[in-house]
């Protein structure tokens, strides 16, 4: 008897066990996804802390606090969209893993903000507003941080349905609606505002144009070529100094304004010696790499990993330190406003500002940038090293072409534009392949009604993206205007 209740003892403690252990599973399943969004907040909490500590003025301003908490977010979500970018076509393109692509874009993004992000920025975003024409300071602390949160909620929206956008649109546009909200139309410098609307359309058909022109090239160069090897070790170091030149340019334009400032035909100078220095390192190095490898394309696509891991990295160092001031420049000039009682188009960030902006950046690539890598790297169009070696080239070259012309253009539509663009060529070269009775690959050889209906550019994503462009900056201007109302209101 004795013995049976004892069974019956264990029998309950087991099952009771059974539903603990249960429970356990449900609740770290519920929980998981909340572990990012915890991270995150605590890193917001963090820069609210570093603004009550650091913040020169007495006694602490809790408006400087918020705007340090709104700064981080903002970083956050830079991280999250912007450097998936950087680095989705390397992922892609199974060049890197997903925790290697995260470890250098952090590493990179961070060095770039902190050793070469400007110290002196426009906290107006590029003379889009005219300062003067605020009523008072404190109008002008809440239009900028107005212009803040709606930048950082439509960014982060924007990775909520995985459409890469340009954050420095989305400040650009957060600006222009609390001026306007702020100081009326005639606040808004239209000029320029024209000018950036029509980088909306340079950036991403330039850089696509060039990353085509690139698989161009690399395809009647070296893929159909008989002996692949051979012109592969002809064309590979080519192709690797252009990029070395290009990034060298690039890096000294753009990336080191905080050191030293060079014009652009000293830049191109920079980049032309370094090409050059290049192209004779890695020819060598190319023909020792070569050796035994088969004559087909699998064996071309692996001369291209190592130099396409180089190049996300630059992109990642140059996006760090240009890319910034996006999430600290409207921080830096409310902390300028508020320790100085005035308002300027230029002021120096503090460096726990760029602090912020930096780690912010860091934190948010980790917690939240492998959705928007995926779909960089993988859902808009399929890229190997190849392709993915275009794309990142045709993004600096871009941007030095841009800068040259002196257009405004944004790195995310640049990038984002260089899949499109590799994507249409392949579309564009298989049709025609087919018309002049071409060999084409067997996997590609399917019914014609099927070919219509599959393409090698998916266009769901593509509509989503280029919608999501053209409401970036009147979408963060709507809110902007809300938000700026609503802190004046509450204030009044």
Sequence with gaps: MADKLDSKHWTTLDRDLGRISQVEYAAAYVSRPLVAPG?????????GLAAALFFQASPVNMIVIAAAVIGAYMAINIG???????????????????????????????????????????TISKGIIDPSG????QTFIWAMMAALLSAALWVNLATKVGAPVSTTHSVVGGVMGAGIAAAGFAAVNWPTMGAIAASWVISPVLGGV????????????IIYQEDKIAAARKWVPILVAIMAA?????????????????????????????GVATYFITRPMIRRQSEGLENRNKSVKVLFGLPLVFSAAMLSFAHGANDVANAVGPLAAIVHAAEA?????????????????????SFGLFLFGPKLIRMVGSQITKLNPMRAYCVALSAAITVIVASWLGLPVSSTHIAVGGVFGV??????????????????APKLKIAAEERRRRKLVRRSHFMTIIAAWVITVPAAALMSAMIFYILNSLTA
């Design 39 to 47: 991270i995150a907040l605590a890193f917001m909490v963090l820069a």
């Design 80 to 122: 999250a969209n912007d450097v998936a970018n950087n680095m989705g076509p390397a992922v892609g393109a199974n060049a890197l893993t997903m925790g290697g692509a995260i470890i250098i874009a952090a590493i990179f993004e961070s060095a770039g903000a902190l050793l070469a992000g400007g110290d002196v920025v426009s």
């Design 134 to 137: 605020m009523a008072d300071i």
């Design 210 to 221: 060039i990353a085509a022109a690139f698989l161009a090239l690399i395809k009647s160069r």
């Design 246 to 274: 290009a990034f060298s340019s690039y890096l000294a334009l753009k990336g080191f304004k905080k050191l030293f400032k060079i014009d652009m035909q000293t830049a191109l100078l920079i980049g032309l010696v370094l």
């Design 341 to 361: 009682g005035d308002f300027a188009s230029k002021v120096a960030i503090p460096m726990w500002v760029m602090v912020i902006g930096a780690f912010g950046i």
């Design 423 to 440: 994507g249409f060529f392949r579309e564009w070269h298989m049709e025609n392949r087919r018309r002049k009775n071409m060999p084409v």
